[in-house]
């Protein structure tokens, strides 16, 4: 079973610098998803960036971007200019390829990042 | 794009009592559907998904039941709520078909005590 780890309970970031959250995942397949969420306190579950593992080039997204390092299986997730309403919890997903039509979503325990002013 | 519905927001029940909560879609058909729990401070727990009317499988034995009775429907259920079945439930929907690499779309979420 494939199973995603985010050693970081928390991260703390001052605003307009950059920080970068890590995780780690393990699985036996060769393509799949990965997605980062972000959970403001509000609980309100918003996607901020996806990466294909078939695709070599990062995914970015204005101020978000990630490392995907398919061999080390590892795919952070870095927030640069970061601003203080990107304080939230950050949930790293891992989904099956289209063979697993149930394209359900397999999450890290979360990393809460915190913004100082 | 897809909305989701999800009721009650909070809800605080006795030990022994029972639980229904519901979820609707909207802007979607066939979609798959999925009940995600997350305890205080946690991650979150893949409970129940669907991928059409009727059928339903489960991630993790527990007291807790889903049913989907109605395409764009979800409910979760329990016969006698536990302490430990407090937590933030989220419905979620995504596309079904060849919607492997779209995201998941998340519901408001419902925030269940067990007293």
């Known amino acids: 079973a494939q199973t995603v780890t985010q050693s970081q309970p928390e991260m703390s970031v001052q605003e307009a610098e950059t920080v970068t959250l890590s995780c780690t995942y393990d699985?036996?397949?060769?393509?799949?998803?990965l997605f980062w969420y972000k959970q403001p306190p509000s609980r309100q579950m918003i996607l901020v960036i996806r990466?294909?593992?078939?695709?070599?080039q990062n995914a970015t997204e204005n101020r978000f971007s990630v490392n995907f390092q398919k061999a080390a299986k590892s795919f952070s997730l870095k927030i640069s200019d970061s601003q203080l309403g990107d304080a939230a919890m950050y949930f790293c997903?891992?989904?099956?390829?289209?063979?697993?039509?149930?394209?359900?979503?397999?999450f890290g325990s979360g990393t809460r990042l915190l913004v100082r002013p | 794009s897809q909305t989701i519905h999800q009721w009650p927001a909070t809800l605080v029940q006795p030990v022994g009592s029972p639980l229904s909560l519901e979820c609707t879609v909207e802007?979607?058909?066939?979609?798959?559907l999925y009940w995600y729990r997350q305890a205080a401070g946690r991650g979150l727990q893949l409970l129940f998904y669907?991928?059409?009317?009727?059928?339903i499988s489960s991630e993790v034995p527990q007291n807790l039941s889903a049913s989907r009775p109605q395409d764009r429907q979800f409910i979760l259920s329990s016969k006698k709520l536990l302490l430990s079945d407090s937590g933030f439930y989220l419905c979620?929907?995504?596309?079904?078909?060849?919607?492997?690499?779209?995201?998941?779309?998340f519901g408001n979420g419902t925030r269940l005590t067990v007293t």
């Open positions: 669907s991928v059409g009317i009727g059928q």
């Open positions: 990466q294909e593992a078939y695709k070599q």
């Open positions: 979620a929907s995504t596309a079904g078909g060849l919607s492997y690499n779209s995201p998941l779309h």
């Open positions: 699985t036996s397949e060769s393509d799949y998803y």
């Open positions: 997903a891992y989904r099956s390829d289209w063979m697993d039509s149930s394209y359900k979503l397999i």
């Open positions: 802007g979607t058909s066939n979609p798959n």
